[in-house]
């Protein structure tokens, strides 16, 4: 079991910066990889970035390749997502994910196997 909390969102203006957190509990976090996606009213999940167990991997979605880093602190059992440059199609509600397990697309949420409640982004223009 794995239990994951996210923090971290806001109200923001277009250009502005946001950094969110996840705070994860209950198996050793430096054996799983972490995910973050988002989604939009009406839109369907969406992912967003990626990083492996050690940090020593990362992806991310075209949209924000340049503008997002995740990054994780293994002895703080936390995964971040810091957002520059923000625009107001990055609006949405931001989740952080789990993934346990092997195989598989590591953007589908398919993949995840716990997913934290969500924080909200809203970038005004």
């Known amino acids: 079991q794995v239990q994951l909390v996210e923090s971290g969102g806001g109200l923001v203006q277009a250009g502005g910066s946001l950094r969110l957190s996840c705070a994860a509990s209950?198996?050793?976090?430096?054996?799983?990889?972490m995910g973050w996606f988002r989604q939009a009213p009406g839109k369907e999940r969406e992912f967003v970035a990626r990083?492996?167990?050690?940090?020593?991997?990362?992806y991310y979605a075209d949209s924000v390749k340049g503008r997002f880093t995740i990054s994780r602190d293994n002895a703080k059992n936390t995964v971040y997502l810091q957002m520059n440059s923000l625009k107001p199609e990055d609006t949405a509600v931001y989740y952080c994910?789990?993934?346990?397990?092997?195989?598989?697309?590591?953007?589908?949420?398919?993949?995840?196997?716990?997913w934290g409640q969500g924080t909200q982004v809203t970038v005004s223009s």
């Open positions: 990083i492996s167990w050690s940090g020593g991997s990362t």
């Open positions: 209950g198996r050793t976090f430096s054996t799983y990889g």
């Open positions: 994910a789990a993934d346990l397990g092997v195989g598989g697309s590591p953007t589908e949420p398919t993949k995840y196997d716990y």
